[in-house]
């Protein structure tokens, strides 16, 4: 899981400190934007409140913040943005499973299937990979290692993991446990670094050519519309 792989580390390193600030920024509106259309109000809203805080933590202005917002609100214009999942295989046969945000799903669909295309990819159709992955919910907290007393309170939230690597760690939960077990790792004084819905894989699978899966990996995630690239690959 995202927790230890090496590309999903420079990924979460990339999102606050991109060079490409500006493409940066545009995809964590995106994400603002879509929790936004659940409520304007953060304190009633579990994913517009997470959706803030990376922006926060990725420094965004609080003026392009409040703008995400009223987008999905629909009070600041623009076109209606949508979530659409793609999945298929890269390089090796690895599973890939990539969510994008989009206001114009023609042309995300066009620029994935080129992507996939041109670099050693297969592009599928919908449940082409996504059994391998089980949908869970992860809490990243800044914490590298948890003690016992805060693994135990963890498990009367169900917790189904807890992996740590040299970042922080991941609180595997089931998805309808997520937003109680945020507000039970806050309680037990862990750094919250995000909380969202994740695909676990079930099995991850060795890759032969590591840097041909990373760089294909990056390449993608570069793509404006892509937010969130799942994989199997065990890199």
């Given amino acids: 899981m995202s927790g230890h792989s090496k590309w999903a580390t420079t990924k979460r390193q990339k999102a606050i400190v991109d060079a490409k ?14 929790a936004a259309r659940d409520g304007a109000d953060p304190s009633m809203n579990f994913k517009l409140r997470v959706a803030i805080d990376q922006a926060k933590e990725a420094s965004m202005p609080k003026d392009n913040i409040e703008r995400a917002i009223a ?14 999942a793609y999945e298929g295989y890269g390089p090796g046969g690895i599973a890939i499973l990539v969510e994008t945000i989009t206001d114009n799903k ?8 080129h992507y996939f295309s041109k670099n050693g990819g297969n592009l599928g159709t919908a449940n082409t990979v996504a059994w391998m992955f089980n949908l869970r919910g992860i809490v990243r907290v800044a914490q590298t290692k948890l003690t016992d007393e805060q693994e135990l309170a963890l498990i009367d939230e169900g917790l189904v993991d807890a992996i740590s690597d040299d970042e922080g760690t991941d609180i595997v939960v089931p998805l309808e446990k997520l937003q109680t077990a945020r507000a039970s790792a806050e309680k037990l004084g862990l750094t919250i670094r995000d909380a969202k819905a994740s695909y676990v894989p079930k099995e991850r699978v060795p890759v032969q050519d590591e840097a041909a899966v990373l760089s294909f990996l990056n390449g993608l995630d570069d793509l404006d519309d892509v937010d969130v690239i799942y994989t199997n690959a065990d890199i």
């Fill in 21 to 34: 600030r500006s493409s940066a920024f545009t995809k964590i509106s995106k994400n603002i934007s879509i």
């Fill in 71 to 84: 987008r999905g609100a629909g009070t600041g214009g623009g076109a209606q943005l949508e979530r659409i």
């Fill in 106 to 113: 023609n042309r995300t669909f066009g620029e994935i299937k």
